[in-house]
T-cell receptor
Framework: GAVVSQHPSRVICKSGTSVKIECRSL??????MFWYRQFPKQSLMLMAT?????????EQGVEKDKFLINHASLTLSTLTVTSAHPEDSSFYIC?????????????FGSGTQLSVL | DAKTTQPPSMDCAEGRAANLPCNHS???????VYWYRQIHSQGPQYIIH???NNETNEMASLIITEDRKSSTLILPHATLRDTAVYYC????????????FGSGTQLTVLP
């Protein structure tokens, strides 16, 4: 089945630094990928929709200048958390559409646990 | 997308069937019912989806009522590894655009 690879799985950084998270679709092309964020004991919240070759679409309340998304190819989207602060500590998850027609579904990466000190 | 309602938690004995209900009374004709689960500190895992007919795969069965206002996910022989949060999501047009996650059901399989 379709696989989405997310890297790194865990990152610890100092406040003020930037962190890049990669999301790859391994055996299919994904024109659209989605980035979610999940705080402890809460559900997943959609942050943005990443479109190959065009600008990402951000959900209300998500700062586009802080969470930079690049989708330069059909198999790779990156999320960069710029000038990270402790409140950005969270579990970040990407997903991509795979399959066709009625079989289409979202496949999710394994997530990235970001801890900002 | 239609809103879903799930019980916050359920327990199930290992080896028994786990039946997880979901209400989606405002579902529209072109919306599919998707089920995902999330084991602690991992990304969500696809389980099954359907439109109106019952569906079965190697993981589970999905029973959708005739009026499509509710559904039940059935894990026929629950194991300890099935302990997870289970999300029932409806999404339009059979195209799984972004999925809106509710709070889900925490299923705990007991030994």
């Amino acid at each position: 089945g379709a696989v989405v690879s997310q890297h790194p799985s865990r990152v610890i950084c100092k406040s003020g630094t930037s962190v890049k998270i990669e999301c790859r679709s391994l055996d299919f092309q994904a024109t659209t990928m989605f980035w979610y964020r999940q705080f402890p004991k809460q559900s997943l919240m959609l942050m943005a929709t990443s479109n190959e070759g065009s600008k990402a679409t951000y959900e209300q309340g998500v700062e586009k200048d802080k969470f930079l998304i690049n989708h330069a190819s059909l198999t790779l989207s990156t999320l960069t958390v710029t000038s990270a602060h402790p409140e950005d500590s969270s579990f970040y998850i990407c997903s991509a559409r795979g399959g066709q027609g009625v079989r289409e579904k979202l496949f999710f990466g394994s997530g990235t646990q970001l801890s900002v000190l | 997308d239609a809103k879903t309602t799930q019980p916050p938690s359920m327990d199930c004995a290992e080896g028994r069937a786990a039946n997880l209900p979901c209400n989606h009374s405002t579902i529209s004709g072109n919306e599919y019912v998707y089920w995902y689960r999330q084991i602690h500190s991992q990304g969500p895992q696809y389980i099954i989806h359907g439109l109106k007919n019952n569906e079965t795969n190697e993981m589970a069965s999905l029973i959708i009522t005739e009026d499509r206002k509710s559904s039940t996910l059935i894990l026929p022989h629950a194991t300890l590894r099935d302990t997870a949060v289970y999300y029932c999501i409806v999404s339009s047009s059979g195209s799984a655009r972004q999925l809106t996650f509710g709070s889900g059901t925490q299923l705990t399989v007991l030994p």
